[in-house]
């Protein structure tokens, strides 16, 4: 049977050609040519075109061949690689969104989907989770702004899902971001007015939103014999470029020179005029230069009172 374009296409997708070599990336670059050189070396033997043991490739064939060498691409980051598992069988095969954010978002949540049922009515609650089953609709009266259409969708945590509803006002405000499998942290009030509970989403936050809004402080580890002097510049020029709220600390681990097997550590404070954002690429920048295990993003943690409302 023929293989077309479209079933190598999920073939790669679903990472059923991993074994063959290169990365997926790659792999649907060639898509197009791999499938010509092999419509090429079928006419040619249609015609007759064999070598002369009959099993040898041809000059074209090898010519073909050559043309579907792997071009050069970065692979595909995880959640592109999840999102195409997904397109192809329905479901999440080697791992999930969540598995993979997890730590992420648990670090603003302060309420679960599980725990909902059994919290009161209008109660304010914050949840982190991942986006699905967007339906847009309308209401029959604008608001006050004139706004009309509203959303629904489902938030996803670990623990369960439930329904979300953005209003038109906020939805005119930050609807943009409600996308499908989005990470998203929301907050909002219960409205139990359903047989299941379901959340009024007054606020929506993206993670880099709710790193840039909550992140205190920002703690950047150097280490002796790791990071080099250089080191020290290049992430003061990434800590100038992103100026922002966000205090910063500075932890240098060392040794004691006379005593070799004594572990120092010293903790600066910059100036205060030294604050900084804390976006993704402020993130991505100074990863780039010092290494993602030493830098840490400090969140306080608000506790619940019994109820389920946030402690203020």
């Not at 623990?159 to 990470?183: D, N, T, Y």
Request: with cysteine; charged share 25%; glycine share 6%.
């Amino acid at each position: 049977k023929t293989l077309n374009k479209s079933t190598l296409e999920i073939l790669i997708k679903a990472g059923a050609l991993n074994s063959l070599g290169g990365n997926q990336a790659q792999l649907m670059l060639t898509v197009e040519r791999a499938v010509q050189s092999a419509l090429n070396i079928h006419r040619d033997r249609a015609r007759g075109q064999k070598s002369l043991f009959g099993d040898e490739p041809t000059d074209e064939e090898s010519d073909s061949a050559e043309e579907t060498s792997l071009p050069e691409a970065e692979d595909w980051p995880r959640a592109q690689k999840l999102g195409a598992e997904k397109e192809v069988f329905g479901f999440y095969l080697t791992s999930h969104p969540l598995a993979e954010m997890g730590t992420a978002l648990s670090k603003y949540a302060q309420n679960q989907t599980n725990e909902l049922a059994e919290m009161d009515d209008r109660v304010e609650v914050i949840l982190a989770g991942m986006v699905s089953s967007i339906k847009m609709a309308a209401t029959k009266k604008p608001s006050k702004n004139g706004n009309t259409r509203y959303v629904n969708f489902d938030l996803e945590d670990p623990h369960g899902l439930v329904r979300c509803i953005m209003w038109p006002e906020q939805f005119a405000s930050m609807g943009e971001k409600v996308k499908l499998e989005a990470m998203v942290i929301i907050k909002g009030k219960i409205d139990k007015r359903g047989r299941e509970p379901n959340v009024i989403v007054d606020q929506l936050l993206t993670l880099n939103d709710a790193r840039k809004q909550f992140t205190d402080r920002l703690a950047i580890n150097f280490k002796r014999g790791v990071h080099s002097r250089q080191d020290m510049v290049n992430v003061h020029d990434v800590l100038t470029q992103f100026p922002g709220q966000t205090e910063v600390i500075l932890v240098v681990d060392s040794v004691d020179q006379e005593k070799p097997n004594t572990q120092l550590r010293y903790v600066l404070n910059p100036p205060g005029s030294l604050r900084v954002s804390c976006s993704n690429e402020f993130e991505t920048q100074l990863t780039a230069v010092i290494g993602q295990s030493h830098i840490h993003f400090h969140t306080p943690v608000k506790k619940k009172s019994t109820n389920g409302s946030p402690v203020r």
